[in-house]
């Protein structure tokens, strides 16, 4: 299987297979960029380039070092997580990493691990991690996988290669989509606009039947009626259920005001990303001018946090719902 066949980042495919082909492949790399775009398949499968037996292409998939890795039961492919239950990568994940890449692979050219988020790792285990970075035990080869580098050691950061992974392209991720998901083509567009280049998301999104989620949504926002302040209180009830429903609707609720303004402020759908239900954007961008797109915007944010911080929210989203319809 070539590297051709993952979707998008092919300059940093290319980059990595010119390295395993000079034999002079980096012993650290920190992969950078947003979420589902493709991080951990890119990591997983430079594992399986650096492990297989065949070598068809760049790997065979199908060899027992590809399938073992494909399934995570490779003896020398290890992915470090936070242990479930667990918030953090803590230290003793790491001491017990840095144990293992001592002994000689067991049925592959190099032990390697993938850490992911490699944020996750509390300042310990970071610590520990520089160690095995600043002495890499031979034969070795770490994968740092992260959304930011915020939270990691800049000495950590300086004894790895760097490797950026930007969101792909829209219309890459409609044409998967559709070619791969057998998604029909206007909801694969609408999709991949909404996600903003993330097929992970896309994927998952697909999967929750979000889009029909998001129009009901939109149309329950626009019947609001000032002269019915009761419809906005049963509308917060409606949606105050789980702490994670709340939260949705509210992040969703931020990109359908910022679309309305893009609306409201350009007069083009260039940009939004509920492409969906661009005439209920359309509609809405008329009502009102550009001031009070702003203050719902940030009713919206304040709310979500709000509600992040786990006040009741069954009355932030009745203030919410009040302020919209004007009602003091
Ligand atoms: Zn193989």
Same mark, same amino acid.
């Given at each position: 299987?070539?590297?051709?066949?993952?979707?998008?980042?092919?300059?940093?495919?290319?980059? @990595?297979?010119?390295? %395993?082909?000079?034999?002079? /492949?980096?012993?650290? =790399?920190?992969? +950078?960029?947003? #979420?589902? !775009?493709?991080?951990?398949?890119?990591?997983?499968?430079?594992?399986?380039?650096?492990?297989?037996?065949?070598?068809?292409?760049?790997?065979?998939?199908?060899?027992?070092?590809?399938?073992?890795?494909?399934?995570?039961?490779?003896?020398?492919?290890?992915?470090?997580?936070?242990?479930?239950?667990?918030?953090?990568?803590?230290?003793?994940?790491?001491?017990?990493?840095?144990?293992?890449?001592?002994?000689?692979?067991?049925?592959?050219?190099?032990?390697?691990?993938?850490?992911?988020?490699?944020?996750?790792?509390?300042?310990?285990?970071?610590?520990?991690?520089?160690?095995?970075?600043?002495?890499?035990?031979?034969?070795?080869?770490?994968?740092?996988?992260?959304?930011?580098?915020?939270? @990691?050691?800049?000495? %950590?950061?300086?004894?790895? /290669?760097?490797?950026? =992974?930007?969101? +792909?392209?829209? #219309?890459? !991720?409609?044409?998967?989509?559709?070619?791969?998901?057998?998604?029909?083509?206007?909801?694969?567009?609408?999709?991949?606009?909404?996600?903003?280049?993330?097929?992970?998301?896309?994927?998952?999104?697909?999967?929750?039947?979000?889009?029909?989620?998001?129009?009901?949504?939109?149309?329950?926002?626009?019947?609001?009626?000032?002269?019915?302040?009761?419809?906005?209180?049963?509308?917060?009830?409606?949606?105050?259920?789980?702490?994670?429903?709340?939260?949705?609707?509210?992040?969703?609720?931020?990109?359908?005001?910022?679309?309305?303004?893009?609306?409201?402020?350009?007069?083009?759908?260039?940009?939004?990303?509920?492409?969906?239900?661009?005439?209920?954007?359309?509609?809405?961008?008329?009502?009102?001018?550009?001031?009070?797109?702003?203050?719902? /915007?940030?009713?919206?944010?304040?709310?979500?946090?709000?509600?992040?911080?786990?006040?009741?929210?069954?009355?932030?989203?009745?203030?919410?719902?009040?302020?919209?319809?004007?009602?003091?």
């Amino acid at each position: 299987m070539p590297f051709s066949d993952i979707v998008g980042h092919q300059q940093q495919l290319e980059t @990595l297979r010119q390295s %395993l082909e000079k034999n002079r /492949l980096h012993h650290a =790399f920190l992969f +950078l960029g947003p #979420e589902g !775009v493709g991080k951990r398949t890119v990591a997983l499968s430079l594992a399986m380039a650096v492990q297989c037996l065949e070598k068809v292409g760049d790997f065979c998939g199908g060899c027992p070092n590809c399938t073992q890795i494909r399934v995570g039961h490779h003896p020398d492919v290890r992915l470090i997580e936070p242990l479930p239950g667990k918030k953090e990568i803590g230290i003793q994940q790491v001491r017990e990493l840095e144990r293992e890449l001592n002994f000689h692979p067991f049925s592959g050219r190099k032990k390697i691990a993938i850490l992911d988020p490699a944020t996750l790792m509390n300042a310990s285990a970071q610590n520990a991690l520089l160690k095995t970075l600043e002495e890499p035990p031979r034969d070795s080869l770490l994968i740092l996988v992260s959304t930011g580098a915020g939270g @990691l050691l800049p000495t %950590l950061l300086s004894r790895c /290669l760097r490797l950026s =992974f930007a969101p +792909l392209p829209v #219309e890459l !991720v409609a044409g998967f989509l559709v070619s791969q998901r057998g998604i029909d083509q206007e909801e694969a567009r609408i999709l991949a606009a909404m996600t903003m280049g993330s097929l992970g998301m896309a994927i998952k999104l697909e999967a929750e039947d979000l889009v029909a989620k998001r129009k009901a949504w939109a149309e329950k926002i626009c019947s609001l009626d000032p002269k019915n302040y009761r419809g906005g209180l049963s509308l917060a009830e409606e949606l105050a259920g789980t702490r994670e429903e709340s939260l949705e609707f509210l992040e969703w609720l931020e990109g359908w005001y910022r679309d309305i303004l893009i609306y409201r402020a350009t007069g083009s759908p260039q940009g939004i990303c509920n492409l969906h239900i661009e005439k209920s954007i359309k509609d809405q961008a008329k009502l009102y001018d550009l001031e009070r797109i702003v203050f719902f /915007l940030s009713l919206a944010v304040k709310t979500r946090e709000r509600v992040q911080r786990n006040v009741n929210r069954r009355m932030a989203l009745e203030n919410l719902f009040t302020e919209v319809l004007g009602i003091d």
